[in-house]
């Protein structure tokens, strides 16, 4: 009983099982299964098609709910997989007469296949284009039916569906929304199996953008491809009953308005909670009911809970329902993040290769602007090699090129001896090479633990089927994810600040953030674009303590910085570039000394003890 339990109950959203919140995960099932089953009870048949309707809808629904909501993504033709899943059922059952269950198995294979294939674009454009290729799909599966009737029963429709059997008998109408109400319940359950996995981390990455997730070292085809095949296979077992219910289906059984349909009731629902879209279904499945003339205005209708849904509701409905629910209630006790060791995060950073990092004759140039040329370093283990120079003179270019983010026209980057010029983002964070960018690349509406948990993605791959199941793999992963970053926090001064979400943080402490979350692929070497850019007083101060600590665990630190005290007080070697060129190489020392230098960039001011305004 307890290892169910530990199954089914929930955590926090983001943090460890607390009994309040388990507590209220298991009232919550218990709502929605006496909903459900209350028209079995009351031997209502009416109910029991409607709720039927709407727990298949629900499913498609929350499949989408996993691309658009958790994962960003515009993969919006679900509807059409969902036919596909339908139909290939349906012909396999009605005109060549297979069992029915093995029927659905193809359905459900066929509706992955299609989800994959309707997901090709959206491996290489993004947003609205994507938005619009993939709702194509939605359109073409009936259109193709209607055009090519073969098989399908075309126009008319396709009838004689036979329902599935058990020992001979054909599932009743009960029995088959039974069916359906537990592919429902799995379905949630190995959804929040997922978004509490690591891949959570991973689908949050990707909401943020490509270059978040590359940098966190995973591929983003790997994961769009993971979860538009989840929502895939979920569309099609919504597909593969939904024939069953009257033993009948044609096109129009799969209008465009059930796109809209389903769009909106996962943008009412909202993504705070993976069964957020069955609200959604359930609201605009019941809204019809207060009408006979409905379906004359149902896109109309659709379209304006849509409108008005993202409008008042940017998170959807379900979040200010928990949020009244937690403020009329007890708020739902969550585990507090582990306490962290700064001596374990040392430990592990030391434990590195040791690699070297080295850039030979890196070449760039866009259009007619030669960005970058023949810039050449070495970077090594336990020393800080700053990369200065005018605004515009090449620093990140350089470090774009050595991580993978631009392709080099020219040049050699390795690792340690090892080529990685030419490889991809995430492999070279794999081969040990981490950055920051100018601008933090941080999960704003994750905990500070968490933004630090997903820079360890690359180095413990969880299967997706082991998260959806909630192996404990997948747990102890997680768990080791959280102790690890625990301690990473705590070297880098912010372990009290551990669960606090990261746009709550001062721009200072979300600096300490980001170098914090780039050390935890324990990296050999570790670019930073520069990390004191916007901070204050003591902040910059706190960033050198952080920087000395990093070099004395053994990374080679690559600085790119423009706050002169600073890369003088660090730096153990100094690159000066000028207009895309290597200037003058060497020590702090040797660099302010050299009066080309003076001259190009560092003036005045660096042949004079550094005043405040220095510290920008
Ligand atoms: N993707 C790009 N497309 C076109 N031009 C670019 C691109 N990236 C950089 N550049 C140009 O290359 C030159 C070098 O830019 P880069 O950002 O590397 O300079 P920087 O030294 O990092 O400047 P800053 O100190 O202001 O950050 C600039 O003239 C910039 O406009």
Known sequence: MAALTRTLLPRARRAGPGPSAGV???????????????????????????????????????????????????????????????????????TYHWNAWLAMLAGVAAA?????????????????????????????????????????????????????????????????????????????????????????????CLRRGDVCLRSAGMSPVRVRLTIYLFAAVLA??????????????????????????????????GSDAVWAPVVGVAILQLVPELSDRFDKYALLIYGLALVAGSLLLPRGLVAPLRRAASAVLRPARSAEPP???????????????????????????FGGLRAVSDVSFTARPGQITAVIGANGCGKTTTLNLVSGFYRADAGHVSLGGTAVEGRAPHRIVRDRLARTFQTPMLLTDRTALENVMAGMLAHAPVPAAAAVLGLPSARR?????????????????????????????????????????????????????????????????????????????????????????????????VVVLDTGTVLATGTPGEVRADPAVARSYLGAAATRPATRKEDR
């Open 24 to 94: 209220r995960e298991v009232a919550l099932v218990a709502v929605f299964a006496v909903v459900a089953l209350l028209p079995l009870i009351a031997g209502d048949r009416f109910w029991t098609r409607k709720l039927f309707v709407i727990a298949v809808m629900s499913i498609v629904a929350v499949g989408l709910n996993l691309v658009l909501g958790y994962a960003g993504e515009y993969a919006l033709g679900q509807v059409g997989i969902f036919a596909a899943g339908a139909y290939v059922t349906g012909v396999l059952t009605a």
């Open 236 to 269: 099609g077992a919504g597909g593969v009953v939904y024939p069953f219910l009257d033993g009948f289906i044609s096109p129009d059984a799969f209008p465009l308005s059930l796109s809209i349909l389903i769009i909106g009731a996962t943008i009412i629902g």
């Open 339 to 365: 306490a962290g060791s700064a001596d374990a995060a040392v430990a592990r950073l030391a434990r590195g290769d040791g690699a070297i990092l080295e850039v030979r004759g890196l070449n760039k140039a």
């Open 477 to 573: 992963t997680r768990e080791r994810f959280r102790r690890d970053a625990a301690d990473l926090l705590a070297f880098a001064g912010l372990g009290p600040l551990a669960g606090q979400d990261a746009d709550t943080l001062s721009p200072g402490r979300q600096r300490l953030l980001e170098v914090a979350r780039a050390l935890a692929g324990s990296p050999s070497v570790l670019l930073l674009d520069e990390p004191a850019a916007g901070l204050v007083g003591a902040e910059v101060g706190e960033l050198a303590g952080l920087l000395r600590a990093v070099r004395a665990a053994g990374v080679a630190v690559v600085l790119v910085e423009h706050n002169m005290r600073l890369v003088m007080d660090l730096a153990d070697h």
């Open 112 to 204: 992955a296949l299609t989800g994959l294939v309707a997901s090709v674009p959206g491996l290489r454009v993004g947003g609205w284009y994507f938005a619009l290729t993939s709702l194509f799909i939605a359109t073409v599966i009936p259109q193709t039916v209607r055009l090519a009737p073969g098989p399908t029963g075309g126009e008319l429709g396709l009838a004689g569906i036979d329902r599935p059997q058990i020992a001979g008998h054909p599932l009743s109408t009960p029995a088959l929304y039974i069916l359906v109400l537990a592919v429902l319940g799995l379905a949630l359950l190995g959804l929040r199996n997922l978004t509490r996995s690591t891949w959570g981390l991973a689908f949050a």
